[in-house]
């Protein structure tokens, strides 16, 4: 068994940054991948960046190339999201989700066996 939890959610203005932090706890998964999906309010949950942890693979969403960064830190099971200049439309709850199989549909929500209970953005205009 698995527990995801996040944290580093907030408001934040336009143009800010902020750091999410998903902390694993259970079983050991270094060959596994993680993701981070986001769910804005009466919308889908989509995704927005994973990383594979034996080769550190990363895939971002079109959406926050260039301003969202993921990292991990093995050792400690944690995933980063750095996101910066963030925008309104970045508002949403975000999800840390880790996928058992490593599967090559890294952007589909399907294929995460586990997920965190979801840590709250807000950007104000």
């Known amino acids: 068994q698995v527990q995801l939890v996040e944290s580093g959610g907030g408001l934040v203005q336009a143009g800010g940054s902020l750091r999410l932090s998903c902390a694993a706890s259970?079983?050991?998964?270094?060959?596994?991948?993680m993701g981070w999906f986001r769910q804005a309010p009466g919308k889908e949950r989509v995704f927005v960046v994973s990383?594979?942890?034996?080769?550190?693979?990363?895939h971002y969403a079109d959406s926050v190339k260039g301003r969202f960064t993921i990292s991990t830190d093995n050792a400690k099971k944690m995933v980063y999201l750095q996101m910066n200049s963030l925008k309104p439309d970045d508002t949403a709850v975000y999800y840390c989700?880790?996928?058992?199989?490593?599967?090559?549909?890294?952007?589909?929500?399907?294929?995460?066996?586990?997920w965190g209970q979801g840590t709250q953005v807000t950007v104000s205009s």
């Open positions: 989700a880790l996928d058992l199989h490593g599967s090559k549909w890294y952007n589909s929500p399907d294929v995460y066996d586990y």
């Open positions: 259970g079983r050991t998964f270094s060959s596994y991948a």
């Open positions: 990383i594979n942890w034996s080769g550190g693979s990363t």
